[in-house]
């Protein structure tokens, strides 16, 4: 049974940081890419970060480039997403989740999220 589980969001002020966590359990992520998205009210789901099986090799949304980083830790079987220079348009419901590969849109697997507000 595949099961992924956030962590770490939260209230921060414009410009700060967050790391999130996600805790992958029945997946492997020598096969599954694991990637986040996030949702923002009003908005349409955004695909921003994915780290792939094959070669851990990842790619970002234009909208966070340059500010998150993804990361996996296999033996720990944890994907982190480190925020930085954090906006109030980031603020949103983050999940994790798996797919075959990080270049398919759609995941097959997915958490229920862990809120972050950017706000002062």
């Known amino acids: 049974q595949v099961q992924l589980a956030e962590s770490g969001g939260g209230l921060v002020l414009p410009g700060g940081s967050l790391r999130l966590s996600c805790e992958y359990k029945?997946?492997?992520?020598?096969?599954?890419?694991i990637g986040w998205f996030r949702q923002a009210p009003g908005k349409e789901r955004e695909n921003i970060a994915c780290?792939?099986?094959?070669?851990?090799?990842?790619n970002y949304a234009d909208s966070v480039e340059g500010r998150f980083t993804i990361s996996r830790d296999k033996a720990e079987k944890t994907v982190y997403l480190q925020m930085n220079d954090l906006k109030p348009e980031d603020t949103g419901t983050y999940s994790c989740?798996?797919?075959?590969?990080?270049?398919?849109?759609?995941?097959?697997?997915w958490g229920q999220g862990t809120q972050v507000t950017v706000s002062s």
């Open positions: 989740g798996s797919k075959v590969w990080c270049a398919v849109k759609r995941y097959d697997y």
């Open positions: 029945g997946v492997s992520s020598d096969y599954y890419a």
């Open positions: 780290i792939s099986a094959s070669d851990g090799s990842t």
